[in-house]
């Protein structure tokens, strides 16, 4: 459901699914000939379709990825878990916690699975990073920083139309990822700011009216303090996506947590910075897909809670609220880690003991 910019991506990800006789490729819903034409040059021999009915009115369709714009998506689901179809959404999946939970049940008692973006718990790379805090790698994790932005959309307006859409599109990343590592925030306090004054899509300016660019402190109930940088307003940056500060050592999930380079930890007994690369390097952001489609071959739960994706929305709408009121604001839900994420433990890659030396002299 849906033909623009992030299509490409899943279908990257159903192609992989495609090869192993794992899925068959579906038609791609497009309402307006505009989208659908590139999409034909794209992937010559795609069927097209122009609305939700046309494709409910196909019975082979059993999962249907939703990458519409977001004001969209409760009620796309809605109409798709009530047609019997299992569904994957693009993040964010609702606009408000109280939605989402809805969205979820409504799934469960039709015994479809429903799976939100973002998955970053779900790279193996992630999943190893969890792995070694939980097994107290670098003791308590007393603060944790995240980072991650980009510029915007400069293909469509609907992109910055809400006034949480940087906390919707960008900051649910780092806060997924911290949840899920640090457990639940239970109050957050937040700032908000416009960077820039203007805009533009399709070639066409128009005013900004809405933050793009937030900071947050969260206060887990573990007791960690974190820190997030969300922003439509940054070009580049070089740093890792997630810093995690112990009370006997540092870890750093390398690149940004949706796409990660592989992590590294410093054990002060130890002395050395000790590098993971990726468990699987192969691993995409959009392959919640995957996710969802394993557990159906394999009769198994998905590795996905829903808990904590609607305690997400209740930690972003508690932004929202700090921001605008300038005060601290509770969070009341709860999750708790999902402990089948777990692997199996192995040893670094490479020690690193002084990074102005090459591999082989350290």
Not at 267 to 286: A, H, I, N, S
Request: hydrophobic fraction near 45%.
């Amino acid at each position: 459901m849906g033909a623009g910019n992030v299509l490409p991506a899943y279908l990257q990800a159903l192609d992989r699914l495609v090869a192993r006789n794992l899925a068959v490729s579906g038609p791609v819903v497009a309402r307006s000939e505009r989208a659908r034409a590139p999409l034909i040059e794209l992937r010559p021999g795609a069927r097209t379709l122009p609305d939700v009915d046309a494709l409910l009115s196909d019975e082979t369709v059993e999962l249907v990825v939703v990458v519409t714009p977001p004001a969209t998506h409760p009620d796309l689901v809605q109409t798709l878990i009530a047609a019997g179809r299992h569904v994957v959404c693009e993040k964010p999946l609702a606009r408000d916690p109280a939605t989402a939970a809805g969205l979820f049940r409504a799934a469960a008692s039709a015994g479809r699975l429903l799976l939100a973006a973002p998955f970053v718990h779900l790279n193996p790379t992630f999943r190893r990073l969890w792995t070694l805090l939980d097994e107290g790698a670098i003791g308590h994790v007393h603060a944790a920083r995240a980072h991650y932005g980009n510029a915007g959309s400069t293909w469509a307006r609907w992109y910055h139309d809400d006034p949480l859409a940087t906390l919707g599109d960008i900051a649910i990343y780092n806060l997924k990822s911290l949840c899920f590592l640090l457990g639940s925030v239970t109050e957050v306090a937040a700032a908000a700011g416009k960077a820039l004054s203007h805009r533009s899509a399709d070639g066409v300016a128009y005013p900004a009216r809405h933050p793009d660019t937030w900071q947050l402190l969260l206060h887990h109930e573990r007791g960690t303090l974190a820190s997030v940088l969300a922003s439509h307003a940054t070009l580049r940056y070089r740093r890792p996506a997630l810093e995690l500060y112990g009370t006997t050592g540092t870890a750093n999930l390398l690149g940004d947590d949706w796409d990660p380079h592989g992590l590294e930890v410093w054990r002060e007994q130890r002395g050395v910075w000790e590098l993971y690369e990726p468990d699987d390097p192969t691993w995409l952001w959009t392959d919640g897909l995957r996710e969802a489609v394993m557990a159906l071959h394999k009769g198994r739960r998905p590795l996905a809670d829903p808990d904590l994706d609607v305690h997400l929305l209740e930690v972003v709408e508690a932004a929202a609220r700090s921001a605008a009121e300038r005060v601290t604001v509770p969070v009341a839900s709860r999750v708790e880690p999902l402990a089948a994420l777990r692997l199996a433990k192995v040893e670094p890659a490479r020690y690193i003991h002084d990074r102005t030396r090459p591999a082989d002299e350290q």
